[in-house]
């Protein structure tokens, strides 16, 4: 059963999906932490809620790097999975933790990524280019934004007249789907590199 820390600066639906999930027995993991920058998130009383140990990031605090890493080798971290965390990983935690933190994006990467590219923001800029197929991507995380290697994509279409909100609640359905199916695949050993990039064999 591998040990699962997440992420989260706002709602959390993934992270609610992904508990539900472990809790019925369809992913083979344990969420054992959670981490967040904002100490107002749902995600954060969510974790509360349910007596998974947490803490609160202060990205300004010189130990910030330091107080992170003992709180995941505290609790043996196996994987970590941002579900709507909005800052940037610390490098070390990022070299210490190579390519075992993922990310959903809400849209088809590269295209629509990177710093402030998060949320409604990404929607918006979908619908304002008139591109007529957006989706999500689930990524490895590096040192920048979004620009990890991709474990897996899937498309929605867009209507002519579907609206940034409209688009978001569509993207947001098949995150629901991909997500927690990627942390199970991972979970269960599935996913293999190949030619130097991520794939799931099931």
């Given at each position: 059963m591998k040990k699962i820390a997440i992420f989260a600066s706002g709602k959390g639906s993934n992270f609610e999906v992904i508990y539900s999930k472990i809790k019925l027995g369809e992913i083979n993991g344990e969420i054992v932490c959670f981490i967040t920058n904002n100490p107002n998130s749902l995600a954060l009383q969510f974790a509360e809620k349910n007596n998974i140990p947490s803490i609160i990031v202060d990205l300004i605090?010189?130990?910030?790097?330091?107080?992170?890493?003992?709180?995941?080798k505290f609790h043996v971290v196996e994987l970590i999975v941002l579900a709507g965390y909005i800052k940037l990983i610390p490098s070390k935690v990022v070299e210490?933790?190579?390519?075992?933190?993922?990310?959903?994006?809400?849209?088809?990467l590269p295209a629509?990524?990177?710093?402030?590219?998060?949320?409604?923001?990404?929607?918006?800029?979908?619908?304002?280019?008139?591109?007529?197929?957006?989706?999500?991507?689930v990524h490895f995380?590096?040192?920048n934004f979004d620009e990890g290697k991709i474990?897996?994509?899937?498309?929605?279409?867009i209507l002519q007249n579907d609206t940034p909100t409209e688009i978001a609640e569509k993207v947001l359905?098949?995150?629901h789907q991909v997500y927690p199916e990627v942390i199970k695949q991972i979970c269960n050993n599935?996913?293999?590199?190949?030619?130097?990039?991520?794939?799931?064999?099931k």
């Open positions: 605090n010189q130990s910030y790097t330091k107080d992170l890493i003992e709180f995941l210490m933790y190579e390519n075992k933190i993922i990310n959903i994006h809400p849209a088809l629509f990524g990177g710093k402030g590219c998060y949320g409604m923001n990404v929607h918006i800029k979908v619908w304002e280019s008139g591109v007529k197929y957006s989706g999500v991507s995380v590096n040192n474990i897996t994509q899937q498309m929605v279409s359905k098949i995150e599935n996913l293999k590199w190949i030619n130097n990039k991520p794939w799931i064999l």
